[in-house]
Structures are given as structure tokens and as C-alpha cells.
């Protein structure tokens, strides 16, 4: 018996070695096909989109954090955004623009140096996380331009892309005001800091700008990965009245869309709304019997990478500078998605009395 | 128990079997998607041993999974599960951190003392909490230990946010509570290896020794194996229960002052339980519970983990598919008792023709 069961395990064993060693010819003959083919594409591609566009000869690179390069959020935004600018540019990815990802936060320095082995001209690193990590490569590499998203670094070789978030989730904040009809909305934040507090602050002042009768229940997941803890803590929201909940966490929110489309889908007359963050969210919202995303507050991560490397092949790297986007810039704002014409009403009156300076939000719940 | 000819070469032929298993079912996955199995491991390998960095960094996470993995291992000898690797690990990390901002003037010899014994206390405590709720009232040290571990990631967060720093990271420690030695990092290019891969092969020694030649080694392997008649034969199962479960947070505890210490030299919040307390188990179980085993298990992990990152750029390999290869290998790492089933089953048949059972 177990001398036949080995025999077979054996065979197994052998035959898969030699299915990976004959396979690993054709395999290198398809990858020799790749490239062609792949050449063939940004080929074509250069020619629909015009013989205007010269391949430039420049690079980018972006390390992200753990929320990883598909959190349908601020990495993905940022990565979408390379990635049209290096297809717009006849670049191919892995030479002209690439990312690498993150696992764990002792990943960060070695993707930096990955990534400037493979010799890009400039790295980003993506989100508050990687500061650290930015100024001692930074340091190490003083030749070598590097970007960050979110924080302020001080070195001369690093350019610091910042956003005011805070006026887009009071925007947000209205929103969720004028369309709330428990009177309860919530905010799920990622992990706690001045970032994620600046859409806590912004949003509870919108809520407030309207009716400051409203309660806003404010939890935080700790996490920007973790999709099982949204879930939970959306549990614990919805269950205790809220109708509409905020969330600024990654990929945390994507626990929160599938605990709210679970709801809808089992009891669709009590209405849930979940606010998206940093890319318009609304197809994570799709359920049976239509789309549950209210509205997303926009970041674009992707403009602002890309903007300050255009900067940087037309008049060179903008380093040790710090650029923040508003509302006024268009590096954050909020998309109509689900809202009423009451709502977006609303929402136009606030954004313009904001970049007029009629409003002021606050940034910091704390006060400094 | 019988150190045959026969069972040394099978400690050795099991794990290098597991690895190969791995390997060629990470190979199959790669090829059922339609990737270059070849050309994924030679990025994975050229990317490390080609560069003195990133073979520097591979030995730094090795080290780090050195202290994890013997910490796993010792509670393992003596019959425990201890799934708390990883919270022991960041208790460490906060204690020595603690320490080094706490006292920045002190001596480098002095500090650096300090520092790595507040960390194997610390790690130690948290790691005899569940050894003395299992020793005295008999609940279950995974389920304890699982639950401490969520304890431990809060507390740092909170300790990061109220005690060490106002934000998400403390500041960077001093020269003097370093780990990092210069010609170390000269010599790799700059990657963070530290003296504590000098720690490490020192640790791995003294483990050995105990575990070995003493007679509290021998109690720790002999309740193990079975509690019973170690209780009949006069040593205190309690005793060791909880002196196995200390010493193996104490170690954990000096991995994760090693990390901080070492890797980072700051303390930051975490989104997540530190992977190396996890893979810890998984170094453990490949050297099974053999200390010179785990020390060079770990550097295969070292070298999967650092080279995982060169699949997706330099192979084409999505980056979920170079994650989903290494737990592949990982797995039948893991699975190994599977494997060494089948080699005992082989070995007896042929001793005995009655076969099996």
C-alpha cells in the first residue's frame, strides 16, 4: 500500500520537475515573443495617441506602503497616474515607469534601493509611512531625486507633495449631512496621525457646517490593510444608526463597501451610504439593486506625482520644495456620484464659499 | 531518542526535501499562469547573492528570524504552541527602544546591555503570562498567546503615541544604543546587518548547550515529550512549563530589540503583527527544532523574503504571485511532518516487509 502511495508521490515529484524543466524553454521562447509583441502595443499606442507625444527619456518609480498597489485607493491613484503618464510617453513599464511594493514596513528601504539600482530617475515614496525611509536613502543617495506623498521632508533632493485634505472631507462632511436621514453618520479612519486626522477634522466640521445636531461616530482601525477590521467596526456603525459612513483607511474600506452591500442586499428599504476616499469609489458601491457609494472624496495622488515630474523635465527637480494641493488646484475635491441635486447643491455652495476663503475648515482636531 | 545513522541523514533529507517540494510546486503555479518559473528564481537568487546589499539585508532579516525561530522552538520542545511570537517580539522592540531614548548619554557597552536585557524581560513577561495561566489554571497558550499578541500591537501603538513620541514614529535612538557596526555596513553597501548576527550565532550556541548539557534542557525535552512520566520521574511540569515559555519570549524579545535596534533604530506604529514573528514558526518548524537547522532555515527565509521583491520588476512575476510562491514554500516547509511520514513509512517497510501500521 503506502510502498505504491510513495511510488506515485515519486512520480509526481519527478514529472513536475520535468514539466518545469521542459516547460522552462518554451516558457523563455514565449518571453522572447513578449517584448515584440509589447513593443508592437506601445507602438500602436504611440501612433492613436498622436505623433505630438515624443517618448521622453525619463523614469519614474513609486515604492508603496503596505496597503500595496491595488488598495483601490491612494497607492492605486498613484500608480494610475504614472502609468497613464508613462503610456502617454511611450515609456514601458519596468524601464520607463515601475512600482514596488511593500509587504512590511522593513520593505521600504530595500524597494528604495531596488529601485535606484534599477536606476530610476525619480523615486516616490507613497504615503506618510516611507518618510523615514525617504530621508535615509535620501541621505545615502544625494545625487538621486526622490519624492514623497503626504509628509514634508527637508532634505534637498526630495520634493514633498502635500494635500488639504481636510476641504475635501468637509465637502464630504456636507454631503453626508444632507443626505443622512438617522441623523448619525460615521468615520472610519486608518491609523491615527495628522494625515488621517485632517479628513476627521475636515469631515466633522462639514457635518457640523450644516446641522450640528448630527452625531458622527469616529473609529479608527489602526491598519490601512486590513479589510476584515472595516468590516467589523462598519458592523458595529450601522448597527447603531448610522446611515452613512466616511471612511479614510486604504484598503480597510473595502471591508467597510462589502458589510454595507451585504446589508443592502438582505434588507434593501433601509438605505446605507458609504463615502469613498482619495479615487472615485462608485464600483465598489455596485450591488444588486444598484450602487451604494454616495460620493468620493478625491485625492489626486496621481496629478500630483505626475505634475511635479513634468515640473521636473521642463525645468528641473523641484527639490527640497513642498507643493500642496487644494480644492483651488484640483489636487482634492469630491465627485457628484449618488448625490441628490439638494446635496450637490449644497456641496457646490461649500466648495466655492471654501476656495473663496468664506469658510475656513480646520485642519487639526488638536489644537497646534 | 535513538541517534541512528539513519535518523540524522532523514533530519537532514526532510527539510531539504520540503524546500524542494516548494520550490517545484511554486514552479507549477508560476507555469499554470503563464510566467517563466526559471526565469522568476534566478531574479529571485541573481537579485540577492549578486549584490553585497541586499545579500546584507537578507542576512539581516535572517538574523532577526534566528531569534524568532529558536523562541518558537524551545516552547515547541517542551510541548507548547506559543503563536505569541510576534507580540513578544514587538515587547522587545518597545522595551529596548524605551531604554535607548530613555538613557542616551549612558556608555555604548552599558546602554546596549541595557537595552537588550529590558527587551528579553520584556518579551519574557509577556510570553510568562500565558506559560503561568497554562501552568496554574491549564487554558490554552494559543489561544492566550494569540489574544496577547492583539494586546501587545495596542499597547505599542498607544505606548508609540502617549509615552515615546506625539506622532506615529519615536525619534531615531542615538549612536550610542546603535546595533550597527561600520565595517558591516561598509562592506554590504550600506544594508542594515548589525552586530546582531554576531548575537545571533552566540545565541545559537548557548541554546544548543542547553538544551544539550544541562539538566534543566533535559527536564524542558523530557516534559515534552511526555509530562506524565516527567512528573512521575520527580521534575515539576509546572517548573518547566513556565521556564520554557519565559525563555522563549525572552528570545523573541531579543529578535525584536535586534530589529528595532538594528533595522530601524526607531520605533513606529504598526498597522499589523510583525510577519517575522510568523515566519519565526515556520523557520522552526524547517529546522526542526534543531538550533544550527534554524539558524541557516532562517537565512533560506532571509534570501525568500528579500528576493521575492525582484520577481515583480525583473521577471515579470506579479508581486501577489511571488507572495503566493513563497507561502507555497513556506507551506510544504510547514507541511513537513507529511513528508517525514512518508520517509519513516518507507524505512520501516523496508526494515520490516509486513509494511505499514
Not at chain 1, 193 to 200: E, N
Not at chain 2, 70 to 99: D, R, T, Y
Not at chain 2, 211 to 238: C, H, I, W
Request: charged share 15%.
Amino acid at each position: 500500500m503506502s510502498n505504491i502511495k510513495l511510488r506515485s508521490l515519486l512520480a509526481i515529484g519527478s514529472s513536475a520537475l520535468l514539466l518545469a524543466a521542459c516547460s522552462g524553454e518554451d516558457a523563455s521562447d514565449t518571453s522572447t515573443d513578449e517584448p515584440t509583441t509589447e513593443e508592437d502595443t506601445t507602438a500602436d499606442s504611440g501612433d492613436t495617441s498622436g505623433d505630438n507625444t515624443e517618448s521622453v527619456d525619463f523614469s519614474v518609480a513609486m515604492v508603496t506602503d503596505e496597503g500595496g498597489v491595488d488598495d483601490r485607493s491612494f497607492n492605486q491613484s498613484a500608480w494610475e497616474g504614472i502609468k497613464e503618464w508613462g503610456q502617454e510617453n511611450g515609456l514601458e513599464e519596468g524601464s520607463g515607469y515601475a512600482y514596488y511594493q511593500s509587504d512590511d514596513s522593513s520593505d521600504f528601504v530595500p524597494n528604495f534601493n531596488q529601485a535606484l539600482a534599477d536606476g530610476y530617475d525619480i523615486i516616490y515614496g507613497i504615503g506618510y509611512l516611507l518618510l523615514d525611509s525617504v530621508n535615509q536613502v535620501a541621505d545615502q543617495n544625494p545625487d538621486q531625486h526622490f519624492g514623497i506623498v503626504d509628509d514634508i521632508s527637508d532634505r534637498d533632493n526630495v520634493v514633498s507633495l502635500t494635500f488639504k485634505d481636510h476641504q475635501a472631507a468637509f465637502l464630504a462632511g456636507v454631503a453626508a449631512a444632507e443626505t443622512t436621514e438617522t441623523g448619525k453618520v460615521g468615520f472610519i479612519g486608518g491609523i491615527k496621525g495628522p494625515v488621517i486626522d485632517r479628513f476627521q477634522t475636515g469631515f466633522e466640521a462639514g457635518v457640523a457646517h450644516v446641522d450640528d445636531s448630527i452625531d458622527v461616530d469616529v473609529q479608527y482601525a489602526e491598519s490601512f490593510g486590513d479589510a476584515g477590521i472595516g468590516q467589523q467596526i462598519a458592523a458595529g456603525m450601522f448597527s447603531n444608526g448610522a446611515d452613512i459612513i466616511y471612511h479614510a483607511a486604504g484598503a480597510v474600506g473595502n471591508g467597510v463597501f462589502t458589510e454595507a452591500r451585504n446589508r443592502m442586499e438582505s434588507d434593501p428599504d433601509n438605505k446605507l451610504w458609504v463615502i469613498g476616499v482619495d479615487r472615485d469609489q462608485e464600483a465598489e458601491g455596485d450591488y444588486d439593486g444598484g450602487n451604494l457609494t454616495l460620493t468620493s472624496t478625491l485625492k489626486q495622488v496621481g496629478n500630483a506625482v505626475v505634475e511635479s515630474t513634468k515640473q521636473a523635465i521642463d525645468e528641473g527637480f523641484p527639490g527640497g520644495e513642498t507643493i500642496a494641493y487644494g480644492l483651488e488646484k484640483g489636487g482634492v475635491d469630491l465627485v457628484e456620484g449618488n448625490l441628490s441635486e439638494e446635496a450637490w447643491s449644497a456641496v457646490e455652495e461649500a466648495r466655492q464659499g471654501v476656495i473663496d476663503g468664506d469658510i475656513e475648515v480646520p485642519e487639526f482636531t488638536y489644537s497646534n | 531518542m535513538q541517534t541512528t545513522s539513519k535518523n540524522r541523514l532523514n533530519a537532514l533529507l526532510i527539510p531539504l526535501f520540503s524546500i524542494l517540494l516548494g520550490f517545484i510546486f511554486g514552479a507549477i503555479l508560476m507555469l499554470l499562469f503563464g510566467y517563466n518559473p526559471i526565469d522568476a528564481y534566478s531574479a529571485m537568487l541573481m537579485g540577492v547573492f549578486n549584490s553585497p546589499y541586499f545579500m546584507g539585508e537578507a542576512i539581516r532579516q535572517a538574523t532577526v528570524l534566528t531569534f524568532t525561530g529558536l523562541g518558537f522552538a524551545i516552547a515547541f520542545k517542551a510541548g507548547f504552541f506559543n503563536i505569541g511570537v510576534a507580540g513578544q517580539l514587538l515587547a522587545g522592540w518597545v522595551a529596548a527602544i524605551w531604554v535607548a531614548l530613555s538613557f542616551p548619554d549612558l556608555p555604548r557597552i552599558i546602554l546596549l546591555t541595557l537595552s537588550l536585557g529590558a527587551a528579553i524581560i520584556a518579551g519574557a513577561v509577556w510570553a510568562g503570562i500565558a506559560g503561568a495561566l497554562r501552568a496554574y489554571f491549564g487554558t490554552s497558550e494559543v489561544i492566550v498567546t494569540i489574544m496577547l499578541n492583539y494586546t501587545a500591537l495596542h499597547l505599542t501603538n498607544y505606548i508609540i503615541r502617549s509615552v515615546l513620541a506625539t506622532g506615529n514614529t519615536t525619534e531615531i535612538v542615538g549612536e550610542n544604543a546603535s546595533l550597527r557596526v561600520g565595517w558591516l555596513t561598509t562592506l554590504t553597501q550600506g544594508s542594515r546587518i548589525n552586530m546582531g548576527l554576531f548575537i545571533a550565532i552566540i545565541v545559537v550556541i548557548l541554546y544548543w548547550v542547553f538544551m544539550t548539557q544541562t539538566t534543566a534542557g533535559f527536564e524542558v525535552r523530557a516534559v515534552g515529550l511526555n509530562p506524565d512520566a516527567s512528573t512521575y520521574a520527580g521534575m515539576s511540569a509546572k517548573r518547566n512549563i513556565i521556564l520554557s515559555m519565559l525563555i522563549s519570549g525572552g528570545l523573541a524579545g531579543l529578535g525584536g530589540a535586534v530589529h528595532g535596534l538594528g533595522t530601524f533604530g526607531n520605533l513606529f506604529t504598526q498597522s499589523g503583527l510583525p510577519s517575522l514573528g510568523f515566519n519565526g514558526i515556520a523557520v522552526a518548524l524547517l529546522g526542526l527544532g534543531n538550533p544550527v537547522g534554524i539558524f541557516f532555515s532562517s537565512i533560506l527565509f532571509g534570501v525568500l523574503d528579500v528576493g521575492a521583491g525582484f520577481m515583480p520588476n525583473r521577471a515579470g512575476v506579479p508581486d501577489e504571485m511571488a507572495d503566493i510562491v513563497i507561502a507555497a514554500i513556506i507551506f510544504f516547509v510547514g507541511a513537513n511532518y507529511v513528508i517525514r511520514l512518508v520517509l519513516d513509512k518507507m524505512q520501516s517497510n523496508k526494515t520490516a516487509e509486513k509494511g505499514g501500521e
